[in-house]
């Protein structure tokens, strides 16, 4: 049996109220309703006659919630033809969402899309006391996502990479995250030799491709420091019933155990960084870089 309520599993119409051209492919929508999602959380998103997709929630303020997406095939390139004054079917929220204390300094780690629902993160920690550290990362300057609204939140010190130079530091956003978690002390530890006096790094976050959060689990393993990070599989139901996104060999479902999960859990998924399943149940395999 689900937990999730029924009148959440059920798409509900919800009308376009907003659209933002973030980038050449990438646009962000806003509804005119709230579905009580929590940083982290997914929706179904359904297209009547076309398909239903997951996204993460870019922002739920209690009267409205948006999506940003990329128009990178069937459903996602129908959506994004779309005007003000559309509805659109959504189920949700579904999944876990970050978690954190009142307080804490926190590294947030976005790639791509993740920017969307990094700055969700970010509006909420800060509210909360939190102090941040935010890397978002992208091929080049034009790619870039959520860099002008986190730039307008306090407590945060903002952290760019992009693979060409074309703005900030030229390389990736995890080669940031190393040399920040080498350069802060760990919450309870002795002082790293070398580290600078800043304040601890109490937890890191991160929403991106496979590959960076295959990075950054890693790093914060490597460092010590607690994680937590948005895993994507191809997701049909969205509420635990179907099965088609669970991962090798704990069998949990990403739906619901996900899409954050905590990199303890994460280092036992052996799929994680080497191959995920497509809608036939197929494995595909991450192309390294
Ligand atoms: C938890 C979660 C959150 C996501 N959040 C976002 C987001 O905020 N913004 C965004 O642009 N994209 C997000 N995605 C990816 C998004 O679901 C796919 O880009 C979308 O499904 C593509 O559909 P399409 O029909 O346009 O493309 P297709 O041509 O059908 O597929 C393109 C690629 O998208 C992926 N995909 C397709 N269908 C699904 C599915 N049902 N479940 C998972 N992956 C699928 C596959 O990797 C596929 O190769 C998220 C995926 C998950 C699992
Ligand atoms: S999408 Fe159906 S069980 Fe996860």
Known sequence: MSTIPLQSRLPKTYRIVDIKQETEMVRTYTFDGSLGARPGQFVMVWLPGVDEVPMSVAFDDGAHTKITFFAVGDMTEELAKASVGDLVGLRGPFGTCYQWEPGQHIVLVAGGYGAAPMYFVAKETVGHGCTLEVIVGARGKEHLLYVEELESLPHVSLHIATNDGSVGYKGYNVDILEKL??????????????AQDCDPIDRVFACGP???????????AAHKVPSQLSLERYMKCGYGLCGNCVVDPLGIRLCVEGPVVKNDLCVKIEEFGTY????????????KK
Do not use: N
Request: charged content about 30%; some cysteine; aromatic content about 6%.
């Open 181 to 194: 978690l080498a350069s802060c002390p760990v919450p309870q530890g002795p002082k790293r030799k070398g």
């Open 210 to 220: 496979e590959i960076m959060l295959k990075r950054v689990s890693e790093i914060t």
């Open 276 to 287: 995920h399943r497509d809608g036939m149940g197929k494995k595909q395999y991450f192309e």
